[in-house]
């Protein structure tokens, strides 16, 4: 873990009282703030956030690239009640939907590519953001997680990790201040999470499970799924179920997936890969 310190940047209301960090250089924001939660350093609603970091990853252990400045590199502890053990997998997903509505606020346009990236249409879909949330312990009959964000903020065409990313600068948007935009998103981020815990994990009373359907991209036909340990599923996406997994209507049938990745790759973009 690398120099960390109280950010001294103005970021406006974030809703509640929330304790920003900084680094400059960093390994992983999620480990970092992990270690400072175990070691009793930090309590719920820290936020991290790192000008660059040489380690980060997103889902399922794949690394995820940045630029020095050229991204928001976010993570934020929340701590849940232990109801929502069962459930855990809404805190990701909330995170998906705190960074779209953060983005539409500041008139972005953007959906959810489930589970839980954000993508543009640039002009086809591109990835511009991906959200992680890691469980890392109990205490106080609270569950904490460790919410992690990664935004392509100004990064060039040449600077992007794949064919199928995109950076708000790149997609020809206006590209708001980093602060900014972090503000916006724990600011979401902590009222979704609320109405989360407050139906004690119940997404579809909470609201958010009729919100993520109206906002998700995969919702269409003629969606890949990747799956991990499994060969793919191609079909029309229906609806995200109550337990965050994805209905796909396919030539065999319905197929209900609990993991996966939606691929991106439009027909053009797969006939020139490899």
């Known amino acids: 873990m690398q120099d960390i310190r109280e950010a001294t940047d103005t970021f406006g209301n974030c809703g509640r009282l929330t304790r920003i960090l900084h680094a400059e250089n960093t390994t992983s924001t999620q480990d970092d703030?992990?270690?400072?939660?175990?070691?009793?350093?930090?309590?719920?609603g820290t936020a991290l956030i790192a000008d660059s970091q040489s380690a980060g990853r997103g889902r399922v252990g794949r690394s995820w690239f940045s630029t020095p400045e050229g991204s928001l590199l976010i993570?934020?502890?929340?701590?849940?009640?232990q109801e929502l053990r069962h459930n855990l997998g809404w805190v990701t997903l909330t995170g998906a939907l705190a960074a779209q509505r953060a983005l539409q606020a500041l008139?972005?346009?953007t959906q959810i590519s489930w589970p839980n990236d954000i993508v543009v249409q640039a002009p086809t879909t591109r990835k511009i953001a991906g959200i992680i949330g890691e469980f890392i312990g109990e205490r106080d009959g609270k569950l904490a997680v460790v919410l992690g964000m990664g935004l392509n903020i100004t990064l060039a065409d040449n600077?992007?990790?794949?064919?199928?990313?995109?950076?708000?600068?790149t997609a020809g948007y206006c590209t708001p201040s980093r602060d900014k935009i972090a503000a916006r998103y724990i600011f979401e981020l902590f009222q979704l999470c609320d109405r989360l815990?407050?139906?004690?994990?119940?997404a579809e009373t909470a609201g958010l499970l009729a919100e993520l359907n109206a906002k998700c991209e995969t919702l269409k036909p003629n969606v890949t799924v990747n799956r991990p340990r499994a060969n793919p599923v191609v079909g029309t996406g229906k609806r995200v179920l109550a337990d965050g997994s994805l209905e796909m209507e396919t030539e065999t049938g319905t197929v209900v997936?609990?993991?996966g990745e939606v691929s991106m790759l439009d027909k053009t973009t797969a006939n020139t890969q490899g």
């Open 75 to 81: 993570s934020v502890l929340i701590e849940v009640p």
């Open 107 to 109: 008139a972005i346009d």
């Open 257 to 259: 997936i609990t993991t």
């Open 159 to 169: 600077e992007l990790p794949t064919p199928t990313s995109a950076s708000l600068a």
């Open 197 to 202: 815990a407050h139906a004690l994990g119940n």
């Open 33 to 44: 703030l992990a270690r400072l939660w175990h070691n009793n350093e930090i309590l719920s």
